[in-house]
């Protein structure tokens, strides 16, 4: 199947600080993107699609000032979590599609203290 | 998106075939069946999916009732790794992307 990455794999950072999480679509292109955060104990939670070359499209409650997503090529999205603060710590995934299929990245690891 | 219905938890001795169903008896007809799995602190894995005929891969089948109301993910011989979070999506297809929505999936523990 088709491979997404991302980086970084876990990321520890001071309350305020802004941190950006890297998905690429490794053997494939996709116009289309998506982020997710998943709480411990919970589901995945869609934030937001990420369409290259436009704007995001958020989902209800999702602060778009805040997470500030970038599609700039049909391989790389990129999610950037300003001033983020501990209730941001969370498991954040991406995920493109390919023909029928959605595949996942392996999630970044956020801790905001 | 059509809602599914799953069972929260189910065991499963190593050896085994592990049945996980699903209920979809809202599903649309654009709609498709995807299962997903996920280990614990990894991102979803992609296993199967299915418009209206049953499906195998190396990793599963997919057995989808004729009414497409419910499907049973089956898993031939279940291994310790397959222990996971097993999602059922329902999903149309699209070029342009649509996301999946996922519920709370069912917790498969497999045991020696």
């Known amino acids: 199947g088709a491979v997404v990455s991302q980086h970084p794999s876990r990321v520890i950072c001071k309350s305020g600080t802004s941190v950006k999480i890297e998905c690429r679509s490794l053997?494939?292109?996709?116009?289309?993107m998506f982020w997710y955060r998943q709480f411990p104990k919970q589901s995945l939670m869609l934030m937001a699609t990420?369409?290259?070359?436009?704007?995001?499209?958020?989902e209800q409650g999702v602060e778009k000032d805040k997470f500030l997503i970038n599609h700039a090529s049909l391989t790389l999205s990129t999610l950037t979590v300003t001033s983020a603060h501990p209730e941001d710590s969370s498991f954040y995934i991406c995920?493109?599609?390919?023909?029928?299929?959605?595949?996942f990245g392996p999630g970044t690891r956020l801790l905001v203290l | 998106d059509a809602k599914t219905t799953q069972p929260p938890s189910m065991d499963c001795a190593e050896g085994r075939a592990a049945n996980l169903p699903c209920n979809h008896s809202t599903i649309s007809g654009n709609e498709y069946v995807y299962w997903y799995r996920q280990i614990h602190s990894q991102g979803p894995q992609y296993i199967i999916h299915?418009?209206?005929n049953n499906e195998t891969n190396e990793m599963a089948s997919l057995i989808i009732t004729e009414d497409r109301k419910s499907s049973t993910l089956i898993l031939p011989h279940a291994t310790l790794r397959d222990t996971a979070v097993y999602y059922c999506?329902?999903?149309?297809?699209?070029?342009?992307?649509?996301?999946?929505?996922f519920g709370k999936g069912t917790s498969l523990l497999v045991t020696p």
């Open positions: 999506i329902v999903s149309p297809f699209s070029n342009s992307g649509y996301a999946l929505n």
């Open positions: 053997d494939f292109q996709a116009t289309t």
């Open positions: 995920s493109a599609r390919s023909q029928e299929t959605q595949y």
């Open positions: 990420s369409n290259e070359g436009s704007k995001a499209t958020y």
């Open positions: 299915g418009l209206k």
